[in-house]
């Protein structure tokens, strides 16, 4: 059922991935404590992703989005029974043509109508089609939830959210339901759309209610928020586990393209150092160098991913704001370690990594997708950075150690080289952003952005080695603490070394460390070479998925 199939149209894809998300739904034994549950929703993005990128898509948008909001909000007395047997497949319409990450401003309405109790739902400008969801008649009956502006005799009221019916039981779409496929896109295959309401009623009960907002029977707004921003966040704060589906699919195809990389590079032989001498791939250190340390950065941000999850889920309501941005910075960082690691793997496999089949340069196109997706990348860590400056982070003090008594095969001085790179970008952004000079606050936070988004990539870096230290100590067999830490240096010393003139410059980092890193480096990669493959093994790629490639045919092949 999940195999590649060769040949197929993009619109083929498309219903395959359809065809597919049901059998996966039959197989659970509960979509709605899926749909409740961070930690399977997670798994499940990192399983089913390596399986078919557009069927994950069309999972995150139903499970996650739509039935989560549905489950989030006041649901008693509604019948979920077909969105749970996908007799009706749900989406998700919130972000517009004109309005991406400015959500907020969003001008699709839903006016009260008092002679019926219900709403009517409008489109009123071509920059107000909602862009791009999966509202095609491809996957058979489908019902959306749409954010829009609650008007009430003529007053704006904030955006919530509207179930609405796309197409009839037949699949066809709804009179006043406007439908325009789009272009196809490089990233996963799903019927992209963009979509218009032209005069659509709705019933009183297809609002979306909770304490942030409740009609009254004579038809006026109760709100424990006075701000309509808040309201609108609450409404659609399944976007931030969103998030976390975004960066749990990113880790399991990067898994899977390192186990696929690595193993391809054991297998395929190449000419030695010596005459007629005939190596595998993986003997040279140019070849398995790159690859070795996407090892250690990918195991740092399976690990972060772990921990992220946890505190989501645990969260209680005081540390929802802390834990949402954690959220948000590794969204962004583990999306882009995904592009990086997953390219070089594709680059190690040569033309094998070019095939489809092989099962990386597909997903690396739709990688791109989860970058953009529930919060383009760069937005999200603007927004956690500017959080980070105004009192939403205190960075670690500098250890009174002297740098030149410290050795870079300490891990609690790298973990202090990296919270010295925290407070350096942190004093800067904040210097430059209260800076006496002439200026716009546009204009001072432009000058403190660079430093300030540096200052997050020092934080989720930091993090992530973090989670790897802390593996290790945890581990149980020595072998295995022994090669998380050898991980966790190689991650560590590389971002030091990509910063070591910062360091060097504010005298954390000696001259004679700074020429030593490249030894260390070279010392550390050399030391997990040999175990390449129990750490891809580690990984758990299913042999169903890995024995169809092939790039991983059994038999040796030469160069």
């Known amino acids: 059922m999940f195999a590649y199939h060769e040949g197929l149209t993009h619109q083929e894809r498309t219903e395959l991935s359809y065809q597919r998300l049901r059998t996966v739904n039959a197989a659970v034994p509960d979509p709605q404590a899926l749909a409740r549950d961070p930690v399977a929703l997670s798994a499940l993005h990192e399983w089913a992703g390596v399986a078919d990128a557009g069927m994950t898509t069309l999972a995150s948008i139903h499970y996650n989005l739509f039935l989560g909001s549905l489950l989030e909000h006041d649901h008693e007395g509604r019948d979920l029974g077909p969105y749970l047997r996908m007799e ?35 489109t009123p400008t071509r ?49 006043g339901v406007e439908v325009e496929l789009l272009p196809q896109t490089a990233s996963s295959p799903v019927d992209h759309c963009a979509t218009s309401f032209h005069g659509v009623r709705l019933p009183r009960t297809a609002m979306l209610q909770g304490e942030h907002g409740r009609l009254t029977d004579e038809g006026e707004l109760v709100s424990c928020l006075g701000s309509p921003r808040k309201r609108f966040l609450r409404s659609i704060g399944r976007v931030t586990m969103g998030k976390l589906c975004m960066s749990a699919y990113s880790l399991g195809v990067t898994r899977h393209a390192l186990t696929v990389a690595v193993r391809h590079a054991h297998q395929r032989v190449t000419s030695g150092m010596t005459s007629g001498q005939r190596v595998p791939l993986f003997a040279h250190r140019t070849h398995h160098a790159p690859l070795v340390e996407a090892l250690a ?9 772990r921990e992220v999850v946890r505190r989501w889920a645990q969260a209680a309501e005081d540390e929802r704001e802390e834990a949402e941005r954690l959220v948000a910075v590794a969204k962004g960082w583990i999306t882009w370690q995904a592009r990086a690691v997953m390219t070089e793997c594709r680059e190690r496999c040569g033309a094998q990594g070019l095939l489809l089949s092989n099962g990386i340069a597909g997903q690396l196109a739709a990688n791109e997708g989860t ?30 150690v002297p740098p030149a008594t410290r050795s870079l095969h300490d891990p609690a001085h790298l973990h202090d080289l990296m919270g ?92 004679e460390q700074v020429r030593y890193l490249p030894e260390v480096l070279e010392a550390t990669v050399a030391a997990l070479v040999p175990h390449a493959l129990t750490l891809t093994g580690a990984f758990a790629v299913l042999d169903e998925i890995t024995e169809r490639h092939p790039a991983l045919r059994s038999e040796v092949v030469p160069a």
């Open 88 to 122: 009706r497949i749900g989406t998700f319409l919130c972000t517009e043509q004109a309005h991406g990450n400015d959500a907020p401003q969003l001008e699709t309405t839903a006016t009260l109508d008092r002679a019926t109790g219900g709403f009517v739902l409008t």
């Open 127 to 175: 920059g107000a089609r909602k862009w791009m969801p999966n509202t095609s008649v491809a996957g058979g009956p489908k019902d959306a939830l749409v954010a829009a502006r609650l008007v009430i005799d003529g007053k704006d009221q904030g955006v919530f959210l509207f179930l609405t019916a796309l197409t009839d039981g037949n699949g066809r779409h709804l009179p």
């Open 297 to 305: 950065t990918t195991y740092a941000a399976t690990l972060l991913q």
């Open 371 to 400: 970058i953009t997706a529930e919060g383009d990348n760069t937005v999200i860590w603007v927004k956690a950075a500017g959080e980070m400056l105004l009192g939403g982070f205190s960075p670690m003090p500098p250890s009174e």
């Open 420 to 511: 010295d790179l925290e407070r350096i970008r942190h004093e800067r952004a904040r210097g430059r952003l209260r800076t006496k000079r002439a200026g716009s606050p546009l204009d001072r936070w432009n000058g403190a952005s660079g430093a300030a988004l540096s200052l997050v990539d020092a934080h989720v870096h930091r993090l992530a080695a973090q989670q790897l230290l802390a593996a290790a100590a945890q581990a149980t067999d020595p072998q295995v603490a022994l090669l998380l830490e050898h991980l966790h240096r190689l991650f560590a010393l590389r971002y030091v070394a990509a910063h070591s003139g910062e360091l060097l410059a504010h005298e954390r980092l000696t001259a």
